[in-house]
């Protein structure tokens, strides 16, 4: 099986710009979950989706959403980019059980100059 | 605000010893944990799982539990240098997110 894909990989935005990123689950997997991943913060919890439904949500603000389409795949929207949304964003896929373990996809780096 | 600590390292391990890690958290109703490893650049993967009190081996990694504590621990027997990465405690209750610890850097001598 195909893992979690992520495009693009690599993204440098300047200020005030919006961005968005894409996540492709594993096959058969319904639940999308995105993080934010800094040196200083270490993974933060974004939001989670599950059968096009947000079902659970970080302590981010309004500029960062997100939404998922009837085939799993998943985009995150960051609108009016700050200089500290730079980070690792990354997605997260499971089956959407209780307790399903989540796999990772590689990432997208973005760089807010 | 549900909460996972984990020492944020560097914790040095020569080659060959056990490397042993610890997580604790705050809610005392978490069901599921989860300990990931990250390689420098890399996302992060899953090394196990364990939901019961207790111990649970896979390989040379033995994951422990003791929910009346509230901490879970990851051993790493005969520890290699390709050991060498920030390991990621991660706890959820039910279908809630899971919340993860800051991660600890290991390393490995040879």
């Known amino acids: 099986k195909a893992g979690v894909t992520q495009t693009p990989r690599y993204l440098i935005k300047t200020r005030g710009q919006q961005v968005t990123l894409s996540c492709s689950p594993i096959?058969?997997?319904?639940?999308v979950s995105w993080y934010q991943q800094t040196p200083g913060q270490g993974l933060q919890f974004l939001f989670e989706?599950?059968?096009?439904?947000?079902?659970n949500k970080g302590n981010f603000p309004g500029r960062f959403s997100g939404r998922q389409f009837s085939n799993s795949r998943s985009e995150m929207n960051v609108s009016t980019l700050e200089l500290g949304d730079s980070a690792l964003y990354l997605c997260?896929?499971?089956?959407?059980?209780?307790?399903?373990?989540?796999?990772f996809g590689p990432g997208t780096r973005l760089t807010v100059l | 605000q549900k909460e996972v600590e984990q020492n944020s390292g560097p914790l040095s391990v020569p080659e060959g010893a056990i490397a042993s890690l610890n997580c604790t958290y705050s809610?005392?109703?978490?069901?599921?944990f989860f300990w990931y490893r990250q390689y420098s650049g890399k996302s992060p993967e899953l090394i196990m799982f364990?939901?019961?009190?207790g111990d649970k081996e896979d390989g040379r990694f033995t994951a422990q539990l003791n929910k009346a504590s509230q901490y879970v621990s990851l051993l790493i027997r005969d520890s290699q240098p390709s050991d060498s990465a920030t390991y990621l405690c991660?706890?959820?209750?039910?279908?809630?997110?899971?919340?993860f610890g800051t991660g600890t850097r290991l390393t490995i001598i040879p």
């Open positions: 997260a896929s499971s089956q959407g059980r209780t307790a399903d373990t989540q796999y």
């Open positions: 096959s058969g997997h319904r639940s």
């Open positions: 989706y599950f059968s096009e439904t947000q079902r």
């Open positions: 809610d005392r109703g978490s069901q599921s």
């Open positions: 364990i939901y019961s009190n």
């Open positions: 991660a706890v959820s209750f039910g279908n809630e997110k899971l919340t």
